[in-house]
C-alpha cells in the first residue's frame, strides 16, 4: 500500500489579476511531496499570473496559499523564499554583466549555511556554469542561461520549486537538455510545479496535470490521462 504524500503546496480559489483585470477567477491546485506537475494552457491563460501570485509577486484578491502547512497568502516574496519557496521566472531572469558564480551566490541570499558545499552540487549538475564560472552570465547561451536561472533558484535549497516556461525559446535538443535536468531534480525529490507551453514534453515526466483556460482550471487528473484525454490532445497536442 503506498502511503498518502502531504502537499507541501495548496492553492485555493486564488482570485488575482492587474487592477481591475482580474485573470484568476478561483483557481484551486494542490502538489504533493515529490511530485512534478504540470500546468498546461494557452497563450494568455493565467499561468503566469498563478506562479507570481502564489511566490507573492503579485497580491491576490481572494482565497489562500498554504506552504508546508503555513499560510503564505499574505507574506512577502522574501519570506516565501526562507520558507523554501523558489521560482525560475519566465525569461531566464539572470544578472548579465555579473559572473555566473556571483549569480550563483545571489541565489542564496536567503539561505546562506552552506553556499559553498551548494556551489559544488551545482558545479556537479551543470558542469558547463563550472567550467564558465568566471564568465559573465550575458555571455552564455540561451540554454545555458536557463540551467544557471534554474541553478541559482536551487541554491536557495527549496522545498518547492516553480517553474515558469524553461524551454521558451530554447532550440529542440536544448529543451530536451531542460527537460532531463527538470526529470533529475524530480529524482532527488524536490516537488516541481512546471509551468509550460510545451505541454507534450511536460505531460510525459510529470505524475499529475492542470489545464488552466483563461484564468480557471478546466481539466485535472494523472498526466498519463490527461495525455489521452481528447481535448487535451486536440488543443494542445496538436494531434
Ligand atoms: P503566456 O504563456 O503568454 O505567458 P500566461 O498563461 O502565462 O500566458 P498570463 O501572462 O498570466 O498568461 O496572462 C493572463 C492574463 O492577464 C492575460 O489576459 C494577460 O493579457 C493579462 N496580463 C498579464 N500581465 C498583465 C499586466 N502586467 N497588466 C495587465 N494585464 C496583464
Known sequence: MSAIKKNVL?????????GRIEALHGVSLTLAQGELVALVGANGAG????????????????G???LLDGDITNSSPDYRVQQGLAQVLEGRQVFGPLSIQDNLR???????EGTDERLQQMYELFPVLHEKKHLAAGTLSGGQQQMLAIARALMSKPRVLLLDEPSMGLAPLLVREVFRVIQRLKDQGI?????EQNARAALAIADRGYVLETGKITLSGKAADLTNDERVRSAYLGL
Open 10 to 18: 495548496e492553492v485555493e480559489n486564488l482570485v488575482a489579476g492587474y
Open 106 to 112: 545571489l541565489g542564496a541570499y536567503a539561505n546562506r
Open 64 to 66: 489562500q496559499v498554504k
Open 47 to 62: 499561468k503566469t499570473t498563478l506562479l507570481r501570485t502564489i511566490s507573492g509577486l503579485l497580491p491576490c484578491k481572494s
Open 191 to 195: 516537488p516541481i510545479l512546471l509551468v
